[in-house]
């Protein structure tokens, strides 16, 4: 157990290294290290209070000066997990970017970005702010690897209220679909090794995410409604439960789409071919999920990859869109994703990448235990 013990530690002062550049001044940067060595502890609630109890301080001012007042590059850092999680994980074939939010309920008027508004997280409309998150998986496992605060106009309308959270004037209103692209534009450019994007109703409905992947040419599943209108192979603008509706019965195939938390999870699955007007070397297809118990419940995926891929593969890309659902468990219950108590923009950032630092390690001790056990 002691080995073990060391190798964590050296382990863990490796990883906190890769991030040692992004911090200015020795003061800042060993505040950093013990906030991700106390969102990596046993503690029931990780904020500042605990956290700073955790690295034996008498009060919390030194982790909230972390996150408030130290400068140190956020987003440097968040693109140091990013190359982390490739390092560790990475598959150019098979890896999966994947976005959802998730939201963070809150009490008052003051947070940057709350605001009464749905929230995932408690299926119903709540004082929250929402996250909309990027992760990354594959076939060795996943983690989030970017993050953007939505904006309700409510905020970016008020400029004043914008600058008291600390939100530079410069920032403006985005769509929750727009804060996926910026997100996904910048897996791009750091040449993320990746083969898919996925993502549900709430961005597959988005024409110009759709229409913006395509131009990048990035092969994606995006769920979308059954009221979604697609382009027939006789050039017919249809909605997508009419098209499904007229398959075959023959065409359906039960497949897994991976595990769940109660063993597999096996649905029937179809694909049609869609819109004829398409590059060389490459197709669109509209996926259906069909329930094996009740027929009635059918999800819609509007798909577009490789002219040669498999219905197999299409339905390993939906089905790991859940991945994303288990970071954010993860995160919030190991790493504290959701246990902060700040208020402003900056310091919502610096935490929640701090967070995403934290899980990040976690995946590669489990990557290592998974060889060691091979």
């Known amino acids: 157990m002691q080995v073990e013990v060391q190798q964590w530690s050296s382990g863990f002062a490796a990883f906190c290294g890769r991030f040692a550049p992004r911090f200015s ?21 990780k904020n500042g209070w605990t956290l700073a109890e955790a690295a034996g301080d008498a009060t919390p001012d030194g982790m909230q000066r972390l996150l408030n007042f130290y400068a140190w590059d956020c987003d440097g850092l968040r693109d140091d997990v990013r190359e982390i999680v490739a390092q560790t994980i990475g598959d150019e074939t098979a890896g999966v970017l994947i976005v959802d939010e998730t939201g963070f309920l809150k009490k008052g008027s003051t947070s ?19 996250g909309v998150f990027l992760a990354y998986a594959s076939p060795t ?8 605060l939505y904006l309700p106009k409510s905020w970016t309308e008020d400029r004043q209220r914008c600058r008291d ?6 920032i403006e209103f985005s769509t ?12 791009l450019d750091a040449g993320l090794p990746f083969g898919w994007v996925t993502a549900d109703e709430a961005y597959g409905q988005a024409g110009q995410l759709r229409l913006w992947l395509e131009s990048r040419g990035v092969a994606h599943v995006l769920a979308v409604p059954k009221s979604q209108m697609v ?35 096996i649905y029937d699955w179809a694909a049609a071919p869609i819109r004829p007007l398409r590059e060389r070397g490459r197709g669109h297809w509209l996926l259906a999920r069909r329930s094996i118990t009740d027929p009635e419940q059918i999800a819609y ?27 954010f468990q993860t995160a919030k219950n190991e790493t504290g994703l959701d246990h902060y108590q700040v208020r402003g923009y900056t310091a919502w950032y610096r935490h929640i990448t701090l967070s995403m630092a934290a899980a990040a390690f976690l995946t590669i001790l489990r990557r290592d235990a998974e060889k060691g056990a091979a």
Do not use: F
């Open 176 to 187: 929750k679909p727009e804060l996926a692209q910026s997100m996904i534009e910048r897996a």
């Open 112 to 130: 940057a970005g709350v605001a009464r508004q749905y929230s995932g997280t408690a299926g119903r409309i709540e004082n929250s702010q929402v």
């Open 141 to 148: 496992g996943r983690a989030l690897i970017d993050r953007e």
């Open 231 to 265: 382009v027939t192979m006789r050039l017919q603008r249809r909605r997508a439960h009419s098209v499904i509706a007229e398959l075959d019965e023959a065409v359906w195939q039960p497949m897994s789409c991976g595990d769940g938390a109660h063993g597999l999870r």
């Open 165 to 170: 959270a600390g939100i530079d004037d410069s």
């Open 301 to 327: 995926y509007i798909c577009y990859g490789p002219a040669d891929t498999t219905l197999d593969e299409l339905v390993r890309v939906a089905g790991s869109r859940w991945a994303i659902e288990e970071c």
């Open 25 to 45: 001044r020795v003061e800042s940067r060993r505040r950093m290290v013990a906030y991700i060595r106390g969102l990596l502890g046993e503690l029931e609630r």
